[in-house]
């Protein structure tokens, strides 16, 4: 008899929410206005406009990393005390945005989770682009990139093997990992839709580079079976990566033994900061995507309440974690790590730290409230806020932790030049280009998972 209740009021309870796709809509309908975005839509001015200037930013980038390979890593103003500046800071600030998408994907996923199907596409395809933005710093920051090899373990006549021991090669094993395990997982889940595009397709090279990509899916039953069982399996490798990847990347700090950085509660603060940041850049690339290709029957209101609300939780992780940062430096009684603490809140860089508790910590709050939670434009300031509240975090680990050594005589002081600002707008133009070829050229929202919604939707609809 309980079991009957409870089963009542779930089910009161679902035909109560709004529906996670718009009504008078059919297979037919779904399938045309999505592919419609990449085969049979003109490309509007506004893309040619924002891609133009993306693919300026992207001509910085080189010309920046042609200038670097040229003079030395020099031109940055990374210096005695602070030996790691904007590269390594951006570099952690990129793999935490790519989070995101695999919790999307494949956690939301294996706990069978309906609202991820209108976003899962957005974040998996910012996954793949900001990993490839991270990829570029540690390499750069190298000064001789063309010796990355170094930390590959390949068998060589010479007996060189990368020291193991060292978390800068863990990063190497993390972030390939997780770009591979990633890069797999949306490519299995664009095969059914790249065979869409394919027979919709009427331009001859369409139809065969959708073709090719298509892998000849015809949608038979053994087709489906083959692809469900290798979708759940990816999502299930790629679940663990979400923790993994960037706890070793906070084990670059952590196993340290510098004050600021020697701590134990870094790689689950860092896992919670990164999938803030992710949600944050989800938000911030799917809400005005959402307005200009008007997918509101795709994106609803339930989608952006739901991505509030994560981003509410995790921001509320990310003050745990600042305030148990603090708690654990002075209750050490290390007079080297209360320092360290006591210079982030009143040292030359004090502007930045309460910048960044204001945009990590103050700035979220305003997403208890349902109006703003409701209001996509709310929605998107404050996850634009986040982003840069996400890299003055990096920017405070990094350097301040640095800037100020044991010995008075080994202080210094550190500030970007104009190399460092390029190679960054580069990275974020080279990331939106990538994104607008995406939206041009791939289906933006997974059109056979929307299918499947359908029959749900029609049932809430007609509900009384």
């Given at each position: 008899?309980?079991?009957?209740?409870?089963?009542?009021v779930?089910?009161?309870?679902?035909?109560?929410?709004?529906?996670?796709?718009?009504?008078g809509?059919?297979?037919?309908?779904?399938?045309?206005k999505?592919?419609?975005?990449?085969?049979?839509?003109?490309?509007?001015?506004?893309?040619?406009?924002?891609?133009?200037?993306?693919?300026?930013?992207?001509?910085?980038?080189?010309?920046?990393?042609?200038?670097?390979?040229?003079?030395?890593?020099?031109?940055?103003?990374?210096?005695?005390?602070?030996?790691?500046?904007f590269?390594?800071?951006?570099?952690?600030?990129?793999?935490?945005?790519?989070?995101?998408?695999?919790?999307?994907?494949?956690?939301?996923?294996?706990?069978?989770?309906?609202?991820?199907?209108?976003?899962?596409?957005?974040?998996?395809?910012?996954?793949?682009?900001?990993?490839?933005?991270?990829?570029?710093?540690?390499?750069?920051?190298?000064?001789?990139?063309?010796?990355?090899?170094?930390?590959?373990?390949?068998?060589?006549?010479?007996?060189?093997?990368?020291?193991?021991?060292?978390?800068?090669?863990?990063?190497?094993?993390?972030?390939?990992?997780?770009?591979?395990?990633?890069?797999?997982?949306?490519?299995?889940?664009?095969?059914?839709?790249?065979?869409?595009?394919?027979?919709?397709?009427?331009?001859?090279?369409?139809?065969?580079?959708?073709?090719?990509?298509?892998?000849?899916?015809?949608?038979?039953?053994r087709?489906?079976?083959?692809?469900?069982?290798?979708?759940?399996?990816?999502?299930?490798?790629?679940?663990?990566?979400?923790?993994?990847v960037?706890?070793?990347?906070?084990?670059?700090?952590?196993v340290?033994?510098?004050?600021?950085?020697?701590?134990?509660?870094?790689?689950?603060?860092?896992?919670?900061?990164?999938?803030?940041?992710?949600?944050?850049?989800?938000?911030?690339?799917?809400?005005?995507?959402?307005?200009?290709?008007?997918?509101?029957?795709?994106?609803?209101?339930?989608?952006?309440?739901?991505?509030?609300?994560?981003?509410?939780?995790?921001?509320?992780m990310?003050?745990?974690?600042?305030?148990?940062?603090?708690?654990?430096?002075?209750?050490?009684?290390?007079?080297?790590?209360?320092?360290?603490?006591?210079?982030?809140?009143i040292?030359?860089?004090?502007?930045?730290?309460?910048?960044?508790?204001?945009c990590?910590?103050?700035?979220?709050?305003?997403?208890?409230?349902?109006?703003?939670?409701?209001?996509?434009v709310?929605?998107?300031?404050?996850?634009?806020v986040?982003?840069?509240g996400m890299?003055?975090?990096?920017?405070?680990?990094?350097?301040?932790?640095?800037?100020?050594?044991?010995?008075?005589?080994?202080?210094?002081?550190?500030?970007?030049?104009?190399?460092?600002?390029?190679?960054?707008?580069?990275?974020?133009?080279?990331?939106?280009?990538?994104?607008?070829?995406?939206?041009?050229?791939?289906?933006?929202?997974?059109?056979?998972?929307?299918?499947?919604?359908?029959?749900?939707?029609?049932?809430?609809?007609?509900?009384?």
């Amino acid at each position: 008899m309980a079991t009957e209740v409870h089963r009542e009021v779930h089910e009161q309870r679902e035909s109560a929410r709004p529906p996670l796709i718009g009504p008078g809509h059919n297979f037919a309908t779904v399938t045309d206005k999505i592919s419609a975005l990449a085969l049979s839509r003109p490309t509007s001015r506004r893309w040619w406009l924002g891609f133009g200037f993306s693919f300026a930013l992207v001509m910085l980038l080189l010309l920046a990393i042609s200038h670097l390979l040229v003079r030395g890593v020099g031109i940055w103003g990374i210096n005695v005390p602070v030996a790691w500046g904007f590269a390594i800071v951006n570099f952690v600030w990129w793999i935490g945005i790519g989070h995101a998408g695999t919790l999307i994907s494949a956690i939301l996923l294996l706990l069978h989770q309906q609202w991820r199907t209108s976003i899962n596409r957005f974040a998996e395809a910012m996954t793949l682009f900001a990993v490839a933005c991270a990829g570029l710093f540690p390499l750069l920051h190298m000064g001789r990139p063309w010796y990355g090899y170094w930390l590959v373990p390949y068998p060589n006549t010479m007996q060189l093997w990368p020291q193991f021991r060292s978390p800068l090669v863990w990063d190497v094993f993390a972030v390939t990992t997780y770009l591979l395990v990633s890069l797999m997982f949306w490519y299995v889940g664009l095969v059914p839709d790249m065979a869409t595009l394919r027979d919709r397709s009427t331009h001859r090279m369409g139809r065969i580079v959708y073709g090719v990509l298509a892998m000849g899916w015809r949608g038979s039953a053994r087709h489906w079976q083959r692809y469900e069982a290798a979708y759940t399996l990816l999502a299930g490798l790629a679940a663990p990566l979400v923790v993994s990847v960037h706890t070793v990347v906070s084990f670059d700090f952590a196993v340290a033994i510098l004050p600021g950085w020697h701590s134990t509660v870094f790689p689950p603060y860092f896992v919670a900061g990164a999938i803030f940041s992710g949600f944050a850049m989800v938000l911030t690339l799917v809400i005005p995507i959402r307005a200009l290709y008007g997918l509101h029957d795709f994106i609803t209101a339930r989608h952006l309440q739901n991505m509030g609300k994560i981003l509410l939780a995790t921001g509320l992780m990310v003050a745990y974690g600042y305030l148990m940062e603090a708690f654990a430096a002075v209750y050490s009684g290390n007079p080297y790590e209360r320092y360290v603490q006591v210079n982030r809140m009143i040292g030359p860089y004090a502007l930045m730290y309460w910048a960044l508790i204001a945009c990590n910590i103050v700035t979220p709050q305003l997403l208890w409230f349902r109006a703003v939670r409701a209001s996509p434009v709310a929605l998107f300031g404050v996850a634009m806020v986040v982003n840069v509240g996400m890299w003055l975090e990096r920017y405070v680990i990094v350097v301040v932790s640095l800037h100020r050594d044991y010995l008075p005589s080994s202080w210094g002081m550190y500030s970007g030049t104009i190399w460092d600002w390029a190679t960054f707008l580069g990275t974020i133009g080279l990331f939106l280009s990538l994104v607008f070829l995406f939206i041009r050229f791939m289906p933006v929202i997974s059109i056979f998972e929307m299918r499947t919604l359908l029959p749900e939707a029609k049932v809430k609809e007609e509900l009384p």
